[in-house]
């Protein structure tokens, strides 16, 4: 198939772009590059420029041809949404739109979108199913949501099949060590706790020791970048046969502590990792953990990683040989 995968310079969109490419696809990069790194984006076409030039838009469009689309592009940091959330309505709703459109425009009836587990809010169940009420409790999972409502209109409204996958936590990096995750600045967890381990950043800060948890700290559940990118491969053979808007949770049905995550870097790292206690983030919800039911029922997915340990051995190597 011939891909579009905007935001493919970005974490989770390299890795992306890198299976694609083992699976024989065309692939056609679009970023603006405010998160993204030229240097994570493998030999394809790499065009320039922003979701919400639709200028842009049209002039990609018009001069190639796509079977799909995967969207990535998107601001994620819950502080920052609650501090600017017209920035995240913006960027994530309005970008979306706009893509949509240039879409219809191509008559490209595929998409493949990047959504959160952000959508769901504070849990009401151990585990958290597709049936389970959406009720975000700030800017960005608003803003996801938003977006997969368009989705589910546009799919009744033009035929538009997509399928929405609501990551967890993604973490880790691919094997070869040469691609991995690089954010200024960096507020995910694991990636966090590495730079501690390799003695860089400002000191390691655990936010919040009050929730109701085992130790205190907030429950996520991750799940590895490259499952992340087979859940894509399946969600494009899935729409197929398939008509609709459809949603999926990706996660690996396991929580841990922020203070277990931690404790698991010092057994796979060796090294002693120091950290400080800090107030609360807002709109951080206790526990996340996620039911993949669903995902390995429909789209025969079933993450390779399934320990602590080997997600942040991964991410392990790409520290030690950071590239860009």
């Given at each position: 198939m011939k891909v579009l995968v905007c935001g493919g310079a970005g974490y989770i969109g390299s890795h992306m772009v890198r299976r694609l490419?083992?699976?024989?696809?065309d692939v056609v990069v679009f970023d603006?590059?405010?998160?993204?790194?030229?240097?994570?984006?493998?030999?394809?076409p790499l065009v320039v420029g922003d979701l919400l030039d639709a200028e842009a838009l049209r002039r990609l469009f018009a001069g190639r041809r796509f079977d799909a689309v995967m969207h990535f592009c998107a601001?994620?940091?819950?502080?920052?949404?609650?501090?600017?959330?017209?920035?995240?309505?913006?960027?994530?709703?309005?970008?979306?739109?706009?893509?949509?459109?240039?879409?219809?425009?191509?008559?490209?009836?595929?998409?493949?979108?990047?959504?959160?587990?952000?959508?769901?809010?504070?849990?009401?169940?151990r585990f958290i199913d597709e049936l389970h009420p959406t009720c975000p409790i700030n800017p960005y999972g608003a803003s996801k949501l938003m977006v997969e409502r368009v989705l589910a209109d546009a799919a009744r409204a033009y035929g538009l099949r997509t399928v929405a996958l609501r990551y967890f936590n993604a973490a880790g990096a691919d094997p070869a060590g040469d691609i991995g995750e690089s954010h200024e600045p960096e507020t995910h967890l694991i990636p966090n706790v590495l730079r501690s381990a390799l003695g860089l950043g400002k000191g390691l800060k655990v936010f919040g020791n009050d929730y109701a948890t085992a130790d205190g700290t907030c429950v996520r559940d991750y799940v590895?970048?490259?499952?992340?990118?087979?859940?894509?491969?399946?969600?494009?053979?899935?729409?197929?046969?398939?008509?609709?808007?459809h949603a999926f949770n990706l996660g690996n049905g396991q929580g841990f502590t922020v203070l277990q995550v931690i404790e698991a870097a010092r057994r796979v790292t060796g090294k002693p990792i120091e950290f400080e206690y800090a107030t609360r983030r807002e709109g951080d919800p206790a526990v996340l953990v996620a039911s993949g039911q669903k995902a390995r029922d429909q789209l025969a997915w079933t993450p390779k990683y399934d320990?602590?340990?080997s997600i942040i051995d991964t991410a392990w190597r790409w520290h030690r040989a950071v590239r860009y």
């Open positions: 490419l083992g699976y024989g696809h603006n590059l405010s998160t993204g790194h030229k240097k994570a984006v493998s030999n394809v601001l994620s940091l819950v502080g920052e949404s609650v501090r600017d959330p017209y920035q995240y309505y913006v960027n994530n709703v309005a970008g979306t739109l706009n893509l949509l459109r240039s879409m219809f425009t191509a008559e490209v009836s595929r998409l493949v979108f990047s959504s959160t587990a952000a959508v769901f809010g504070n849990p009401r169940a590895h970048v490259n499952d992340l990118a087979d859940a894509h491969l399946a969600a494009l053979d899935f729409m197929e046969g398939r008509e609709g808007a320990s602590i340990e």
